[in-house]
C-alpha cells in the first residue's frame, strides 16, 4: 500500500472526499421523501398496464388497507351495535317528526289519487284533511317502532366493512389524508432519519473510497444506505413498544410515544369523514342489506294502515280489492323509503352527540396497551414495507451509478 499516493492523492482531491459522506446523506434523505412520496401518489395509475408504472402504494392497496383498518376498529375500539344503542327511538321519531309530516300529506294524495282516484277526489276537503292528519299522528309511533327493530337487529341490516371499504375506495384521497395525518410527524422523521443515516454511512464509504476506487463501491454502497436507512427508519416507527433508556437517551417507537395525539388526530378524522350519521344512513338505506330494511318499514306501515282502517278494514278491502289494498301499503312503504334519507338528515346532530364516535374512539385509542396499539396500526403498514425498502435500495444504487459517473469523469 503506498500511502505517499493515498496521501497526495487525497490531498489533490480532497473536497470530492469530504462531499461523500454529504451525498450520502442527501442519498438517505431524498429515498426517504421519494419512498414516501410513492406510498401516496399517483392516486391513479400512470403508465401501461399491469406493470409498467406506477401507482401510490396506499391508492393501489385501498380495499385491503380499508379492510385491514375497520377489522382493527371493530376489534379494538367500536362495535355497530353499541353506537346504536346509544339512539333513543323516541328522540329520533321526534326528531323525524316535522319532516315526515309534510312527507306523509303527499304520501297520502299520492297512493289516493293512485288506488282511488274518484273517491278521493270526490271527498270534501275537511274529510281529506281529518284521513291525513289522522295518519301524520300516527307517523311518530310507527317510526318509532321502526328505528326500535333497526337498532334491535342492526348487525343484520348494516355491514360496517362494506360501508367504509366502499367510501375509502370511492375516495382514495381520504385514505391517503387517514394515513398522512395521522403519521405526519413519523414520515417527516423517515426523512431526516434518511440523512443522518446516510452521513453516517456516507464516512465509511469515504474511507472505502480512499483505498478502493473501483466502480462498484460507490452503487453498493448507496444501496446499502438505501436499503439499511429505509429498514432502520420503518423500524424506529414502532420500536421498542415501550421506553428503554439507551445511553442516557429514552428511546421508544415514534408512534408509540405519541400515541396520545395519534388517538387524537385518527378519532378525530374518522369521526369527521367516515363515520358520520350521514354515512351511516346512508348505508342502511341504500347499502347492500337495504332490502332487509325494506321489509321492516314495510311490514310495520302495513300494521300501521291496518289499525288506521280498524274495524273498517275488511270494508275497505272489499271496496278496494284485496289486492289492491295490500298493493297500497307496499307503495305506502315505498314512498317511505324513498322520503326517508331527506328526512334522517334532521336527526344528524343529535345522531353526532348520542353516538359519541369521537370520544369513544379518541379514549379506548389512548387507553390501548403498547402491543395492542401496534396490533392496530402496524398490519396496515407491514405487508407493503418490503416495497419502502427496496424503492429505497433501487433509488441508493442509482445514486450511485451516478456518483461513480461524476467521479470518474
Known amino acids: 500500500m503506498d500511502w505517499q499516493n493515498i496521501i497526495a492523492d487525497v490531498r489533490q482531491h480532497l473536497w470530492v472526499y469530504l462531499s461523500l459522506p454529504f451525498i450520502s446523506a442527501i442519498i438517505g434523505y431524498l429515498t426517504k421523501v421519494v419512498a414516501i412520496r410513492m406510498m401516496f401518489h399517483p392516486i391513479e395509475f400512470i403508465g401501461i398496464p399491469p406493470f409498467l408504472g406506477w401507482q401510490g402504494i396506499i391508492p393501489r392497496n385501498a380495499e385491503r388497507m380499508a379492510g385491514l383498518s375497520v377489522e382493527a376498529m371493530t376489534r379494538h375500539l367500536i362495535s355497530v351495535r353499541e353506537v346504536f344503542n346509544r339512539l333513543d327511538p323516541a328522540r329520533v321519531a321526534r326528531e323525524l317528526e316535522r319532516p315526515l309530516t309534510e312527507a306523509m300529506e303527499r304520501i297520502t294524495h299520492e297512493v289516493a289519487e293512485r288506488y282511488q282516484p274518484g273517491l278521493w277526489a270526490t271527498l270534501p276537503e275537511f274529510m281529506r284533511r281529518k284521513i291525513i292528519a289522522r295518519v301524520q299522528a300516527d307517523m311518530p309511533n310507527t317510526i318509532e317502532q321502526i328505528m326500535g327493530e333497526i337498532r334491535a337487529r342492526i348487525d343484520q341490516l348494516f355491514d360496517l366493512k362494506h360501508m367504509v371499504v366502499s367510501n375509502l375506495v370511492r375516495d382514495k384521497q381520504l385514505l391517503n389524508r387517514i394515513f398522512a395525518e395521522t403519521g405526519r410527524q413519523e414520515f417527516r422523521f423517515f426523512g431526516t432519519a434518511g440523512f443522518y443515516f446516510g452521513f453516517g454511512i456516507g464516512l465509511v464509504q469515504m474511507v472505502t473510497w480512499v483505498f478502493y476506487k473501483e466502480p462498484w463501491v460507490l452503487p453498493t454502497f448507496g444501496l446499502f444506505v438505501g436499503f439499511a436507512s429505509d429498514w432502520l427508519a420503518l423500524q424506529m416507527l414502532f420500536r421498542p413498544l415501550r421506553p428503554r433508556t439507551v445511553m442516557g437517551l429514552k428511546v421508544q417507537g415514534l408512534f408509540l410515544r405519541r400515541q396520545q395525539e395519534v388517538a387524537h388526530d385518527y378519532g378525530n378524522l374518522i369521526a369527521d369523514q367516515i363515520l ?134
Do not use: C
Not at 283 to 297: C, I, K, N, T, W
Not at 308 to 328: C, D, F, H, T, W
Open 276 to 409: 358520520t350519521p350521514a354515512k351511516f344512513w346512508e348505508a342502511v338505506m341504500q347499502g347492500p342489506l337495504s332490502d332487509r330494511l325494506f321489509e321492516v318499514v314495510q311490514r310495520n306501515v302495513k300494521q300501521a294502515v291496518d289499525e288506521q282502517a280498524g274495524a273498517a278494514r275488511p270494508l275497505v278491502a272489499l271496496v278496494i280489492g284485496s289486492k289492491k289494498y295490500n298493493e297500497m301499503k307496499h307503495a305506502v312503504a315505498e314512498a317511505l323509503m324513498r322520503e326517508l334519507p331527506v328526512a334522517l338528515q334532521s336527526v344528524n346532530r343529535y345522531a353526532e352527540d348520542a353516538m359519541d364516535i369521537r370520544n369513544t374512539l379518541i379514549e379506548r385509542m389512548r387507553a390501548m396497551s403498547a402491543e395492542q396499539f401496534e396490533g392496530m396500526l402496524r398490519p396496515v403498514f407491514k405487508q407493503d414495507e418490503w416495497v419502502l425498502i427496496t424503492v429505497g435500495a433501487v433509488l441508493g444504487f442509482l445514486v450511485g451509478e451516478l456518483q461513480v459517473f461524476l467521479m470518474m469523469h
